[in-house]
């Protein structure tokens, strides 16, 4: 397989992991942006500007904002559903702002209260505020693979998508596998589809447990920006079944064994999964949390007992 020697990981837990928990102190929330920060992770999606109403888990996006600690190497970004949101995300000083749309028109309307077409006719508009406040705009497009409400979304209908941000003048696009319906048929269907100069960035939930699998057959055709969320939290309030986005330590474990660089550091990425476990009050799935990296070397339970009784052991 094709196997860049690099590749960029958005750590997307302050966002899309908080906002599908119950609401989080700022103080927890401001704890883990600064650990994320300390990891050598280079792109941090660190707060949403949405309704209060809708997802009071982000009522407190500036405040948090405002207070947590800025590294220079590292770019963070919010996301927004709509002109109103974005242009609180720029007033609050982002650089770098993602609107979210949905391939899916029912889930469009569920997550944002309009539909796909009115929220593609404000993108031109939003774009241009953009770049005069020296920023950028990512495009995401949620329900990519799949959608709770339609089924199976075709390939051409995100492609319109994909079009139509280029023609306005984002950034960059991004594909959202919203409740983790993606498998790598539907990655491979989805990317013959797009014909784009824009980079690409994708957004697996690992839901039904294909998010690793899925990666890996969108880095074997060339994409090297990839969403991850530290110990696989993370997932959208109005998607039934959206749980669990990929686990950043698990994606940094595998390619790191893989020979392909993230910059990030493991050990002190697990440490920031034991935060989070902390923050949210629960066990997280993720399976490098769990049991460590592959690399742990555990103690035999009695090696004076193991070695007596080596040579009693038959083979097989």
């Known amino acids: 397989?094709?196997?860049?020697?690099?590749?960029s990981l958005r750590e997307v837990a302050p966002r899309d992991g908080l906002q599908n928990e119950p609401p989080v102190p700022t103080a927890d929330k401001i704890r883990l942006i600064d650990a994320l920060s300390r990891t050598g992770l280079s792109r941090i999606e660190a707060v949403s500007f949405v309704s209060p109403k809708a997802v009071p888990?982000?009522?407190?996006?500036?405040?948090v904002w405002a207070a947590v600690e800025k590294h220079s190497g590292i770019r963070y970004s919010a996301l927004a559903p709509n002109t109103r949101g974005v242009q609180r995300a720029l007033d609050a000083g982002f650089t770098a702002v993602e609107l979210v749309v949905s391939a899916s028109e029912t889930h469009n309307r569920?997550?944002?209260?309009?539909?796909?077409?009115?929220?593609?006719?404000?993108?031109?508009?939003?774009?241009?505020?953009?770049?005069?406040?020296?920023?950028?705009v990512?495009?995401?497009?949620?329900?990519?693979?799949?959608?709770?409400?339609?089924?199976?979304?075709?390939?051409?209908?995100?492609?319109?998508?994909?079009?139509?941000?280029?023609a306005a003048g984002a950034g960059r696009v991004a594909f959202g596998d919203t409740t983790g319906m993606?498998?790598?048929?539907?990655?491979?269907?989805l990317l013959d589809a797009i014909d784009t100069d824009l980079p690409m960035l994708m957004h697996f939930?690992?839901?039904?447990g294909t998010a690793l699998a899925n990666l890996l057959t969108a880095l074997d055709r060339g994409v090297v920006e990839f969403d991850a969320?530290?110990?696989?939290?993370?997932?959208?309030?109005?998607?039934p079944g959206a749980s669990g986005n990929v686990a950043t330590e698990e994606v940094v474990h595998m390619l790191h064994d893989m020979g392909v660089e993230t910059g990030v550091d493991l050990e002190a990425l697990i440490r920031t999964a034991e935060l989070a476990q902390e923050i949210v009050g629960r066990?997280?799935?993720?399976?490098?949390?769990?049991?460590?990296?592959?690399?742990?070397?555990?103690?035999?339970?009695?090696?004076?007992?193991?070695?007596?009784?080596?040579?009693?052991?038959k083979p097989g």
């Open 138 to 166: 990512e495009v995401i497009i949620a329900t990519s693979f799949g959608c709770p409400f339609e089924g199976d979304i075709a390939p051409a209908k995100v492609a319109r998508i994909v079009e139509a941000a280029e």
């Open 110 to 136: 569920a997550n944002i209260g309009r539909s796909v077409a009115e929220s593609l006719a404000e993108l031109p508009d939003i774009c241009a505020q953009a770049r005069e406040r020296l920023a950028s």
């Open 283 to 313: 066990p997280l799935e993720s399976g490098v949390l769990r049991a460590g990296p592959r690399s742990t070397k555990h103690a035999s339970r009695n090696s004076t007992q193991d070695e007596s009784d080596a040579g009693n052991l």
């Open 57 to 63: 888990q982000m009522a407190d996006a500036a405040e």
């Open 182 to 189: 993606g498998t790598p048929r539907r990655v491979t269907d």
């Open 229 to 239: 969320s530290v110990g696989g939290i993370g997932g959208c309030p109005f998607a």
């Open 1 to 7: 397989m094709h196997q860049p020697d690099r590749v």
């Open 205 to 208: 939930h690992d839901t039904r």
